[in-house]
């Protein structure tokens, strides 16, 4: 398919005003007009109209908790052990949740979803795309993608109604600490084993251990698993970060609500950053510093972010009207797009398969005849490894 006549905002460098982009699964030319050679596939004209690549929500839990239903769809928090590293998003994603196609037919082609934050250390995360199939295994970009870490009242708050541990900050950050050094061990003990294994030294193989073993990747020394970080207030984010660097993680910090007001400091440690919900209420303590000045903050500081909705928080489909916000909050509007786009891509470890308008990417894309910012334009064209989502133009 080729969509030609086009307005051409790649995300990887310069534009390009009247172009067009040939396609199937993946991008395979893009370029000038004056340099197009017709060929014998479908054509769709986008005169006067400007294509974009598919946007990405960094952090969301779509699938987790489905539409529309109560305890029979919520299945994000496995609330009866705070140490669950070994569970896998994509035991939980329900493909066929209404929201999926929401999301798609707002030009949203790609989400980072998984556990909510009840428990100090929740699961692995899955970067997957919103369309293609009723099986999310083949909707799979990255998995494990992460391994979901939270800090703050959401974990004080599940265990404390439960009148178990931990009901404290300091109990969160030292029942992490505790499994992360439990998983180290491990690792050690099963790379003294392997090393050992068939000479005259040989020693027992340790234990098989469920949790360690998913903990195991963060500390891979060629390719590390990151380590995503609920943290809403200062201290919470200062807490994650000190972990972080204690344990040589890999780390991105999500939510980060407090982070203007400590972007001075922060911008000492460069973290990765997911920012969001930015469309929302102080719906409780930790949420008073919110504001949607907040991305432009830590832009000034030179803190490089995405921006999430944290689905169903933000229902996925605003995830455009949420970097609008950043922008009415003092944000460039190009760095606002680069945060839901290529910076999100890149945040996730996912910038070699989307984010921008490349050859060899996959091919999801969103045609606007206006502002996707603008909360009344809603995309012309929507595609999402090249199959057609919707199609206003014919």
Not at 8 to 19: P, Q, T
Not at 296 to 304: L, P, Q, S, T
Not at 314 to 327: C, D, R, S
Not at 358 to 374: H, I, N, Q, T
Request: proline share 5%; hydrophobic share 40%.
């Amino acid at each position: 398919m080729v969509i030609k006549n086009v307005k051409i905002i790649s995300m990887s460098g310069e534009d390009i005003e009247n172009g067009f982009v040939r396609f199937n699964e993946v991008f395979t030319e893009i370029g000038e007009m004056s340099g197009y050679v017709r060929t014998d596939e479908e054509e769709l004209d986008g005169s006067g109209k400007t294509l974009y690549p598919g946007f990405i929500d960094a952090h969301c839990h779509l699938g987790m908790w489905n539409d529309a239903l109560c305890f029979e769809g919520d299945d994000g928090n496995e609330d009866t052990d705070p140490m669950t590293p070994h569970l896998r998003a994509i035991d939980s994603i329900n493909a066929m949740d209404r929201c999926f196609e929401d999301a798609a037919m707002a030009g949203v082609t790609s989400v980072c979803t998984g556990a909510g934050s009840a428990n100090p250390i929740g699961g692995s995360l899955a970067v997957i795309k919103t369309f293609g199939s009723k099986r999310v295994d083949k909707l799979i970009l990255k998995t494990p993608a992460a391994i979901k870490f939270a800090l703050g009242e959401n974990p004080k708050n599940t265990y404390n109604d439960r009148d178990e541990a931990p009901v404290t900050r300091m109990a969160t950050a030292a029942m992490i600490r505790e499994q992360l050094s439990k998983a180290l061990r491990y690792k050690e003990d099963l790379d003294e084993y392997l090393r050992a294994k068939g000479s005259e030294d040989e020693v027992s193989r340790p234990d098989f251990d469920a949790k360690c073993e998913a903990l195991m990747p963060l500390f891979d020394a060629k390719d590390p698993l990151e380590a995503h970080f609920h943290c809403h207030r200062a201290d919470d984010i200062f807490t994650a970060v000190r972990i972080a660097k204690e344990f040589k993680l890999n780390y991105v910090l999500i939510h980060c609500t407090d982070g203007g007001v400590i972007a001075d400091e922060l911008s000492e440690d460069k973290p990765k950053v997911v920012l969001g919900p930015i469309l929302g209420d102080r719906g409780k303590p930790e949420l008073k510093n919110h504001s949607i000045t907040t991305p432009a903050k830590m832009h000034d500081c030179g803190i490089e972010f995405a921006i999430c909705t944290d689905h169903p928080e933000t229902p996925i489909q605003y995830l455009p009207l949420t970097a609008a916000l950043a922008v009415r909050g003092g944000l460039g509007r190009e760095t606002a797009l680069k945060a839901i786009t290529v910076n999100a891509a890149k945040i996730l470890g996912v910038e070699n398969r989307i984010g921008s308008i490349e050859v060899g990417k996959d091919a999801d894309l969103a045609l606007f005849s206006g502002d996707p910012l603008d909360v009344m334009n809603t995309p012309e064209l929507v595609c999402v490894n090249g199959k057609i989502v919707i199609n206003k133009l014919s």
